[in-house]
């Protein structure tokens, strides 16, 4: 059974940073693509960021220039650095991994921007 883990979610000042990571059970490179989500209160969940087995990023319109997703072989995590956070920010993260026909969903993290 996959199972993917986020880490590194909280409570943010507006203008600061959070990274988080999403730790895969096996090997990251078995995932054609891997994503971070994102669903406010009231809100449909939303893509953030992707990155492709090959390599390949995209980013909502709402993120560039301020969120960078990467991702480490090695360790199989894919990690989303968020920087100049604003309120509208403020959701529960989603870490999800697509394998053919298949998606993989973790459990979520809080990340709350907030003065």
């Known amino acids: 059974q996959v199972q993917l883990v986020e880490s590194g979610g909280g409570l943010v000042q507006p203008g600061g940073s959070l990274r988080l990571s999403c730790a895969a059970s096996?090997?990251?490179?078995?995932?054609?693509?891997m994503d971070w989500y994102r669903q406010a209160p009231g809100k449909q969940r939303e893509l953030v960021a992707v990155?492709?087995?090959?390599?390949?990023?995209n980013y909502a319109d709402s993120v560039k220039g301020r969120f960078t997703i990467s991702r480490d072989n090695a360790k199989n995590t894919v990690a989303l650095q968020m920087n100049s956070l604003k309120p509208e920010d403020t959701a529960v993260y989603y870490c999800?991994?697509?394998?053919?026909?298949?998606?993989?969903w973790g459990q979520g993290t809080q990340v709350t921007v907030s003065s």
């Open positions: 999800r991994g697509v394998q053919g026909f298949r998606d993989y």
């Open positions: 096996e090997s990251i490179l078995s995932f054609h693509t």
């Open positions: 990155i492709t087995s090959g390599g390949s990023i």
